[in-house]
């Protein structure tokens, strides 16, 4: 973490975020060649994620280490991504479902990128699909919030409360089902930290100021970029 590697895979990340941004600024992308972007982008992402990490199981076989599922707060945006190409129609929809998307995305994406769990060699090819995903993650949700889709209101941040409860808790019973007896798999960082050496987030103080911290954090977070899209949605949407 914030070793020169890592530091390099953030500039390419965002070199690429931002050259995207202005060529859609010049050019214009349109909303369903973004949505088919992110689809075959996630398609080729998770693909070189699971051949990297097959692990051999009972009686020689090969299997995707549990860990490895896609049931990280980034990683289900996949599912979500091919729900709104391919069956969010309705504007009510489309609404509620990216509303819940581009702040979820966009912070969740942003950390992932400031915290690299897989590494930061350029000899793993995962850590290509790493900073690839996040990076369009991040880009995605950006785009979508200039298409001006979702409005913002205090509304949408108490809804958007309630899914993520949702997903925490349906995150827990995945974790606890899938405990192995001596490791278990971490989704949405309830079980430890997602790296060693965190500041605030760390185990030093025990598991309940862990996950106390870990919640103060996301809160924060959530609520401040949902205030900002409030307020940028009343001082320049107000009449839309």
């Known amino acids: 973490m914030f070793t020169t590697n890592h530091f390099i895979w953030l500039a390419i990340s965002v070199a690429a975020i931002a050259g995207l941004l202005v060529y859609n600024k010049l050019r214009g ?15 080729i992402s998770e693909c070189v994620k699971i051949f990297s990490n097959m692990v051999e199981g009972y ?3 090969m299997h995707l280490d549990p860990g ?37 995305m966009l912070l969740g994406a942003t950390m992932a990128l400031f915290i690299p769990t897989v590494g930061v060699k350029f000899t793993n090819p995962q850590v290509y699909q790493y900073f690839f995903f996040h990076a369009m993650l991040v880009f995605f949700s950006i785009y979508m919030i200039g298409q001006k889709i979702v409005h913002w209101s205090v509304k949408t941040l108490l809804s958007n409360l309630r ?13 606890s089902t899938l405990y192995s007896g001596h ?24 598991w309940y ?8 954090v996301a809160l924060t977070l959530f609520g401040g970029l949902h205030a900002v899209l409030i307020a940028v949605e009343r001082k320049f949407f107000k009449n839309r």
């Open 163 to 175: 899914y993520v409860g949702a997903v925490v808790f349906i995150a827990t019973i995945i974790n």
């Open 59 to 61: 009686g020689g076989g």
């Open 183 to 206: 490791e278990t798999v971490n989704f949405l960082y309830l079980v430890r930290p997602p790296m060693d050496g965190l500041p605030i987030l760390n185990l030093d103080n025990g």
């Open 68 to 104: 490895d599922l896609p049931f990280h707060l980034c990683s289900i945006q996949i599912f979500l991504i091919f729900y709104l190409k391919y069956f969010a129609k309705e504007d009510k929809t489309r609404e509620r479902l990216l509303g819940f998307m581009i702040p979820t």
């Open 29 to 43: 992308i349109s909303y369903d060649t973004v949505l088919n972007i992110a689809a075959v982008g996630s398609v």
């Open 209 to 216: 100021a862990y996950i106390a911290a870990l919640f103060t």
